[in-house]
């Protein structure tokens, strides 16, 4: 696997390219996987190195979940309606998205970060920022940390990463965007500002599609113009978010990594391959839905009591219905009753969907949940068979234990 050396920021015509940065004052990292569910994927097709490879959906609704750099140089990225993908790279190989390997690979990198650091914060599966000022001591400076973080992925799970050091989550994000795929970059504390100042402005946190079209007509291109304009005009252009892009401009930021952010909600969703009306298909697809959220929320050790379903029409109109339940709860059988019973009241059994999604919120630690057995109840009943069936999936797989309803027959192609 090739590793880029790590990079200056600010080389000068003097520079020697062979000297390491200056990685004083940069604890912080942001390490990012390369192309995540594509270089799983190709874990088990190394025959595809090399070429051209999309994960997602294959049907008109589908989109893209990851691409490799091959794709990506022909535009396809994450999130794009999978029907542009094809027409840009019509060569590429779609793979359809494999989630259990993808959250095995995610706790093994994990497990990597937090040999080194407790300070960890996860952002997704596959990236993380970590605070290792307290490892200097005993693993050395930020930017050998960072080289043996890359080195144990690699060799441990067989993909790469990106890594930025920096002196802000802001900047070693910027970093590790920076130097993809497989690379590492430190960006000095004194070369903040010459390595922001060229960057378009998009680049910045918080500036999408219209805030930067906006910016564009007052003639602010560079993230370096953003920095000439007077705090109180962003502020009457754009208002508090004015303040944030100005102090964004100079590289300020001092928002701490935070570990052990607890989840506010626990949630799955799923669009159609066409607009459905049957209600017995719907409520099928709130089944499973309802077995990967209480899935989720056992993995986590979570319970919930507020369960909420999302409705799509297939005019893109979205009807939200939530029920506060007695108890919290992280059993499928009870997330999937009042599911029904939502999907029921909203009126729309008959109404064409194209997306429907099952979530869980007010969320505690399930071992601070107790609950108030009704008269005749066993003391073991649905949790119970639901664990037992958690750990079979884990040792035989995702598809290993499923409700009847959900058995695919053997001529059916759909997934539902």
């Known amino acids: 696997?090739?590793?880029?050396?790590?990079?200056?920021?600010?080389?000068?015509?003097?520079?020697?390219?062979?000297?390491?940065?200056?990685?004083?004052?940069?604890?912080?990292?942001?390490?990012?996987?390369?192309?995540f569910f594509a270089s799983v994927e190709l874990l088990?097709?190394?025959?595809?190195?090399?070429?051209?490879?999309?994960?997602?959906?294959?049907?008109?609704?589908?989109?893209?979940l990851s691409a490799t750099y091959?794709?990506?140089?022909?535009?396809?990225?994450?999130?794009?309606?999978?029907?542009?993908?094809?027409?840009?790279?019509?060569?590429?190989?779609?793979?359809?998205?494999?989630?259990?390997?993808?959250?095995?690979?995610?706790?093994?990198?994990?497990?990597?970060?937090?040999?080194?650091?407790?300070?960890?914060e996860p952002i997704s599966s596959d990236e993380a920022f970590l605070d290792v000022g307290g490892a200097l001591r005993r693993l050395g400076r930020p930017a050998a940390i960072a080289a043996m973080i890359r080195a144990q992925v690699a060799e441990r799970h067989g993909i790469t990463c990106s890594v930025g050091v920096a002196s802000?989550?802001?900047v070693a994000k910027l970093a590790s965007r920076h130097c993809k795929p497989d690379g590492l970059l430190v960006v000095p504390a004194a070369g903040v500002v010459e390595f922001l100042h060229p960057l378009p402005v998009a680049a910045l946190w918080g500036v999408g599609e219209?805030?930067?079209?906006?910016?564009?007509?007052?003639?602010?291109?560079?993230?370096?113009?953003l920095a000439q304009v007077p705090p109180a005009t962003l502020r009457r252009e754009f208002g508090a978010a004015g303040t944030h892009l100005s102090e964004l401009s100079w590289g300020r930021d001092d928002r701490r990594v935070t570990p052990h952010t607890p989840d506010k909600s626990i949630g799955a969703e799923e669009t159609f391959a066409h607009d459905v009306d049957d209600p017995e298909a719907i409520r099928r697809e709130l089944l499973r839905l309802s077995e990967r959220v209480a899935g989720r929320l056992r993995g986590g050790g979570h319970v919930g009591r507020t369960v909420s379903v999302k409705l799509r029409r297939s005019d893109f109109t979205t009807i939200t219905r939530s029920r506060t339940l007695r108890e919290a709860t992280?059993?499928?059988?009870?997330?999937?009753?009042?599911?029904?019973?939502?999907?029921?009241?909203?009126?729309l059994e008959r109404v064409r969907l194209r997306l429907v999604g099952v979530r869980v919120e007010n969320l505690r630690p399930a071992g601070t949940a107790t609950r108030q057995m009704g008269l005749g109840e066993r003391e073991t009943g649905w949790r119970?068979?639901?664990?037992?069936?958690?750990?079979?999936?884990?040792?035989?797989?995702?598809?290993?234990?499923?409700?009847?309803?959900?058995?695919?027959?053997?001529f059916d192609g759909i997934d539902l």
């Open 210 to 225: 219209r805030t930067e079209q906006a910016l564009v007509r007052l003639g602010i291109k560079t993230v370096g113009d």
């Open 70 to 120: 091959e794709a990506r140089r022909h535009g396809v990225h994450s999130a794009m309606p999978m029907t542009r993908a094809r027409r840009l790279c019509p060569d590429a190989v779609v793979i359809p998205p494999s989630h259990g390997k993808y959250s095995a690979v995610s706790k093994g990198v994990m497990e990597i970060f937090h040999a080194i650091t407790p300070e960890v």
């Open 330 to 347: 992280d059993v499928a059988k009870e997330i999937y009753a009042t599911a029904c019973d939502l999907y029921g009241a909203a009126g």
């Open 384 to 410: 119970e068979a639901e664990m037992a069936m958690d750990k079979a999936m884990r040792r035989f797989g995702p598809e290993a234990v499923r409700p009847a309803s959900l058995v695919r027959p053997p």
């Open 44 to 64: 088990d097709r190394p025959e595809l190195r090399g070429a051209p490879v999309i994960v997602g959906a294959a049907g008109a609704r589908g989109v893209v």
């Open 1 to 35: 696997m090739s590793r880029k050396q790590v990079l200056r920021s600010d080389p000068g015509p003097g520079h020697d390219p062979a000297r390491p940065a200056d990685d004083t004052g940069c604890p912080i990292l942001h390490v990012d996987m390369d192309a």
């Open 168 to 170: 802000s989550k802001f």
